[in-house]
């Protein structure tokens, strides 16, 4: 039981890390496209919490050749949650935050 809370947990902290770096993308690139700033967005919120996992492994063992399956398993992984759970709620988010906009206009203070 406390196994599937602490997935549900930490689903629930990949989910909101993804709604704000959605967010922020969207106030900072506003000029890209969304869906461009969908897919940097779940890259993004899927290596940030495995990057204590890559970095720990490397910098405790250093990288000899006992260190590229684990750490391909690590990026795999990342990889995986970027595509499943952070990649639709990135999408979702971007895509009605750009209907939401007006197209931006070529004069600026006429």
């Known amino acids: 039981?406390?196994?599937?809370?602490?997935?549900?947990?930490?689903?629930g902290f990949v989910v909101a890390l993804t709604v704000g770096i959605?967010?922020?993308?969207?106030?900072i690139a506003a000029s890209t496209s969304w869906k461009?700033?969908?897919?940097?967005?779940?890259?993004?919120?899927?290596?940030?919490?495995?990057?204590?996992p890559i970095i720990t492994l490397v910098s405790e063992t250093g990288f000899r050749s006992e260190v590229v399956a684990p750490l391909a398993a690590l990026v795999i992984g990342a990889l995986f949650i970027a595509v499943v759970v952070c990649f639709p709620v990135a999408y979702f988010f971007s895509r009605k935050r750009a209907?939401?906009?007006?197209?931006?206009?070529?004069?600026?203070f006429d």
């Open 1 to 11: 039981m406390f196994a599937i809370v602490g997935l549900v947990a930490s689903l």
């Open 36 to 52: 461009v700033r969908s897919v940097w967005t779940a890259l993004i919120a899927a290596f940030v919490p495995m990057s204590l």
């Open 22 to 27: 959605a967010f922020l993308l969207d106030i």
């Open 99 to 108: 209907a939401g906009r007006e197209p931006v206009s070529e004069k600026v």
